[in-house]
């Protein structure tokens, strides 16, 4: 059994205001919190892994699918969310206080690069 203790979780800073701590992992999925304050951006960008949280604080908007024309999303708390594996996404927080919450990657996420192509 692994125990991972959110104070003692390593947290890096993904993308300006956005925050990103690794939780509990195992050989088919991880939990990662994440904490995105108030005007910041998560660019847009896919992965292999399926994505599904839940939002705990504050509110985002997702932008999802066509780069052009993206589908807006509104997520807050006590909301949960999905993304297949693929499927293009961004998130920005339009509101006055930081979204917070937790995400599930199947199969395990390392890391958050999203890079210059906005891909991982």
Do not use: C, K
Request: no cysteine; net charge negative.
């Amino acid at each position: 059994m692994e125990r991972v203790s959110a104070d003692d979780a390593e947290s890096v800073e993904a993308v300006p205001d956005v925050e990103l701590t690794m939780l509990a992992g195992a050989s088919r999925l991880n939990v990662q919190r994440f904490r995105i304050g108030a005007g910041a951006t998560v660019p847009r960008h896919s992965h292999e892994q399926e994505q599904v949280g839940y939002v705990t604080a504050g509110e985002l908007v997702f932008l999802v699918g066509d780069e052009d024309d993206p589908e807006e999303v509104v997520v807050g708390e006590g909301d949960s969310f999905a993304f297949e594996s693929e499927e293009p996404h961004a998130a920005e927080n339009r509101g006055d206080a930081p979204a917070e919450g937790v995400d599930i990657f199947s199969p395990p996420r390392t890391a958050a690069d999203w890079g210059d192509s906005g891909d991982e």
